[in-house]
């Protein structure tokens, strides 16, 4: 059985990441004309400063440098954060977002966009924000019967401006 690419990096560089207490989310190798681009993703409890990308740069590129693992080609390495909108894969994002709110696309057909309340191993509670003046409904939703979900970014959340006055 052959081992892909992206799995060599991964097992050579989690070592790396965990070392910085942060969480290897993704690695892509792709083409850039004639350049190949390593993109790295990382993300922690806290989220990841500029700084910790910087620091983990240096030391992932001359990680490569010591190996064959990027090949003879020149490449371009680029490692950040998950942006804000990134998609929900693992049981450690829908804990992430707890007290964000989400698009969950079903299996069953149909979306639902709702506060994520709490995180179990089963699945979320939700708070499904109410139609023209209603009050908002609880909802339990299995992970199961999730397809995709992606944080939904809010610029001014309404509970957050009530605590501040």
Same mark, same amino acid.
């Given at each position: &059985?052959?081992?892909?690419?992206?799995?060599?990096? =991964?097992?050579?560089?989690?070592?790396?990441?965990?070392?910085?207490?942060?969480?290897?989310?993704?690695?892509?190798?792709?083409?850039?004309?004639?350049?190949?681009?390593?993109?790295?993703?990382?993300?922690? +409890? %806290?989220?990841? %400063?500029?700084?910790?990308?910087?620091?983990?740069?240096?030391?992932?590129?001359?990680? $490569?440098? +010591?190996?064959?693992? &990027?090949?003879? *080609?020149?490449?371009?390495?680029?490692?950040?954060?998950?942006?804000?909108?990134?998609?929900?894969? +693992?049981?450690?994002?829908?804990? =992430?977002?707890? *007290?964000?709110?989400?698009? $969950?696309?079903?299996?069953?057909? *149909?979306?639902?966009?709702? =506060?994520?309340?709490?995180?179990? %191993?089963?699945?979320?509670?939700?708070?499904?924000?109410?139609?023209? *003046? =209603?009050?908002?409904?609880?909802?339990?939703?299995?992970?199961?019967?999730?397809?995709?979900?992606?944080? %939904?970014?809010?610029?001014?959340?309404?509970?957050?401006?009530?605590? +501040?006055?």
């Amino acid at each position: &059985m052959s081992t892909t690419q992206s799995e060599r990096l =991964r097992g050579l560089l989690e070592p790396l990441v965990s070392a910085e207490q942060l969480d290897l989310e993704e690695i892509e190798v792709s083409r850039a004309g004639r350049r190949r681009v390593l993109r790295i993703v990382v993300d922690s +409890e %806290e989220g990841v %400063e500029l700084d910790a990308c910087a620091e983990l740069s240096r030391a992932i590129s001359a990680k $490569l440098d +010591e190996t064959d693992a &990027m090949g003879d *080609g020149e490449y371009v390495l680029e490692v950040s954060s998950p942006g804000a909108d990134r998609p929900l894969t +693992e049981h450690r994002h829908y804990v =992430r977002a707890t *007290g964000r709110l989400a698009k $969950l696309h079903l299996h069953e057909g *149909g979306e639902l966009v709702a =506060r994520i309340l709490a995180v179990d %191993e089963e699945g979320l509670d939700l708070e499904v924000p109410g139609v023209k *003046g =209603r009050k908002p409904t609880s909802r339990r939703v299995a992970f199961d019967e999730i397809a995709k979900a992606r944080v %939904e970014i809010e610029f001014s959340r309404k509970d957050k401006k009530e605590e +501040e006055a």
